[in-house]
């Protein structure tokens, strides 16, 4: 959430160019999160400990509380099995499993996903994919970036940008992730 050169967007009705830094902080903690190619994680921190990360900026979440959101977001990516891995003896598309659970914990409204199969090989990017289009369906709002037509294909709808220009913006592709179970056991 900058400061933008052109235009106006806004965010729950309120102009983003009126909100001060600390407002702008207090919805970056509070109802988007953000997903990374590169996955962020903290290399020796456990799943548990990487997913919690984000509610620290909550002080006022009961401890409890806590503790369920981390174990429900790691649940959702299917990760339960390796809650006390360390994020280096994880694969990258685990990594990247990770990676959403830590921004789901918060229960955002808003996730920006940057290039999330980017790192990826074809497989884990269809599992991550997987992923992505559940969290859709289940009511959250994605922005997905992207330079693969193949995933943006999958998308509600498509805003090109080139040169910091929209040159195209269509809501035509409905197609929906088609996980083949047997690819993804091989």
Not at 7 to 14: A, P, Q, S, V
Not at 127 to 144: A, E, F, N, P
Not at 150 to 166: K, N, P, Q, V
Request: proline fraction near 3%.
């Amino acid at each position: 959430l900058d400061n933008h050169t052109e235009g106006e967007y806004e965010f729950h009705g309120k102009a983003a160019r009126t909100m001060d830094e600390d407002m702008l902080a207090k919805v970056r903690a509070t109802r988007v999160s953000f997903v990374f190619q590169a996955f962020n994680l903290l290399p020796r921190a456990s799943i548990y400990q990487n997913v919690m990360l984000p509610l620290i900026y909550h002080p006022i979440i009961p401890a409890e509380e806590r503790d369920s959101r981390v174990n429900k977001a790691i649940e959702s990516v299917d990760l339960t099995d390796r809650t006390n891995f360390l994020s280096n003896q994880l694969s990258g598309g685990q990594k990247q499993r990770v990676a959403i659970a830590r921004a789901l914990v918060t229960e955002p409204e808003l996730i920006f996903a940057d290039e999330p199969t980017g790192n990826l090989d074809s497989a884990s990017g269809i599992q991550v994919m997987k992923v992505l289009q559940d969290l859709h369906d289940s009511g959250h709002t994605i922005i997905l970036v992207t330079h693969e037509q193949s995933t943006a294909e999958h998308a509600d709808r498509i805003i090109e940008l080139f040169d910091g220009r929209i040159t195209r913006d269509t809501e035509e592709f409905k197609t929906r992730w088609a996980v083949d179970e047997d690819k993804l056991m091989k």
